[in-house]
């Protein structure tokens, strides 16, 4: 088991920043794939980004784009999403996810390739 903890969600401003994290504990060696995803009111699940729990390749959705990063502290299981310039349509409840599978690029966005998931952190954001 995965056990994780988002926290750094708010209310902020457009054009201001936050930034999120996730606090991975539990059998953390399993992980090979980490992403955030965030669901807008009335809307569905939405992938945001993702990146590999050993390496630094990432994967940004195309709406998101040039405006979040995503990274990870490794000696503390912690990972982070840097979200700037943020819109009004980014509000939305993000969760963090970790997958154990070898996840092809073409299916990262999808939930199904994912084990674990956080409880969300709720993001605000006023015009």
């Known amino acids: 088991q995965v056990q994780l903890v988002e926290s750094g969600g708010g209310l902020v401003q457009a054009g201001g920043s936050l930034r999120l994290s996730c606090a991975a504990s539990g059998r953390t060696f399993s992980i090979t794939l980490v992403a955030w995803f965030r669901r807008a009111p009335g809307k569905e699940r939405e992938f945001v980004a993702a990146r590999g729990w050993s390496s630094t390749s990432t994967y940004v959705a195309g709406s998101v784009k040039d405006r979040v990063t995503i990274s990870r502290d490794n000696a503390k299981n912690t990972m982070f999403l840097q979200m700037n310039n943020l819109k009004p349509e980014d509000t939305a409840v993000y969760y963090c996810?970790?997958?154990?599978?070898?996840?092809?690029?073409?299916?990262?966005?999808?939930?199904?390739?994912?084990?674990?998931w956080g409880q969300g952190t709720q993001v605000t954001v006023s015009s």
């Open positions: 996810a970790t997958s154990r599978r070898s996840v092809p690029s073409a299916t990262i966005g999808k939930p199904d390739e994912y084990d674990y």
